[in-house]
T-cell receptor, first 113, second 114 residues
Framework: SQQGEEDPQALSIQEGENATMNCSYK?????LQWYRQNSGRGLVHLIL?????REKHSGRLRVTLDTSKKSSSLLITASRAADTASYFC?????????????FGKGTHLIIQP | DSGVTQTPKHLITATGQRVTLRCSPR?????VYWYQQSLDQGLQFLIQ???????AKGNILERFSAQQFPDLHSELNLSSLELGDSALYFC?????????????FGAGSRLTVL
């Protein structure tokens, strides 16, 4: 079952612009992670935010978490062509469900040069 | 190179056949996870092993089975293959079994069933 849902499904912006992707989830979580996947390759971990955190930064990445709304956002600032990839949120279910880390279907981001 | 090694990279086989996918986790990681990625279903969790024992089970079909060996490598066996089993199969590893596990993914095995 899909816990997280990313929005939008696809996003195309100009190089240098900021890109914002959103993730909504359904159940209580321990933490939420964002991963990137280049076409046909393995996923790469970007950032983890715990349920008691509201915002986290890593380089050009900024992640927010609103547990009351069960949502998270990933902001990539000053986008580059190399940021073109699919971005997935993944949740760690605090209910002890046996779902491993549950991924959404992803946002496909295209950075136009 | 993520440190997680998956073989084979590509596999083409026929319906009804059986295949084995292999995964070596990153050095020091005790947990291995298997995921299936297809266009329509997204990334689906199949199963997790921790230090040789099954830890969690997801949407794994009865035709599929997995195990983790004493040297911590893992194999995913897919049998009686159907066209719908065509997908990318990812292995991931993490240090522990619980908690805030960050997964390190392999490059995947692309299975095509004809």
């Amino acid at each position: 079952s899909q816990q997280g849902e990313e929005d939008p499904q696809a996003l195309s912006i100009q190089e240098g612009e900021n890109a914002t992707m959103n993730c909504s989830y359904k159940t209580s979580i321990n933490n939420l992670q964002w991963y990137r996947q280049n076409s046909g390759r393995g996923l790469v971990h970007l950032i983890l935010i715990r349920s008691n955190e509201r915002e986290k930064h890593s380089g050009r990445l900024r992640v927010t978490l609103d547990t009351s709304k069960k949502s998270s956002s990933l902001l990539i600032t000053a986008s580059r062509a190399a940021d073109t990839a699919s971005y997935f949120c993944a949740t760690d279910d605090s209910g002890g469900g046996a779902d491993g880390l549950t991924f959404g279907k992803g946002t496909h981001l295209i950075i136009q040069p | 190179d993520s440190g997680v090694t998956q073989t084979p990279k590509h596999l083409i086989t026929a319906t009804g056949q059986r295949v084995t996918l292999r995964c070596s986790p990153r050095s020091g990681d005790l947990s291995v996870y298997w995921y299936q990625q297809s266009l329509d279903q997204g990334l689906q969790f199949l199963i997790q092993y921790y230090n040789g024992e099954e830890r969690a089970k997801g949407n794994i079909l009865e035709r599929f089975s997995a195990q983790q060996f004493p040297d911590l490598h893992s194999e995913l066996n897919l049998s009686s293959l159907e066209l719908g089993d065509s997908a990318l199969y990812f292995c991931a590893s993490s240090p522990g079994a619980l908690g805030a596990n960050v997964l390190t993914f392999g490059a995947g095995s692309r299975l095509t069933v004809l």
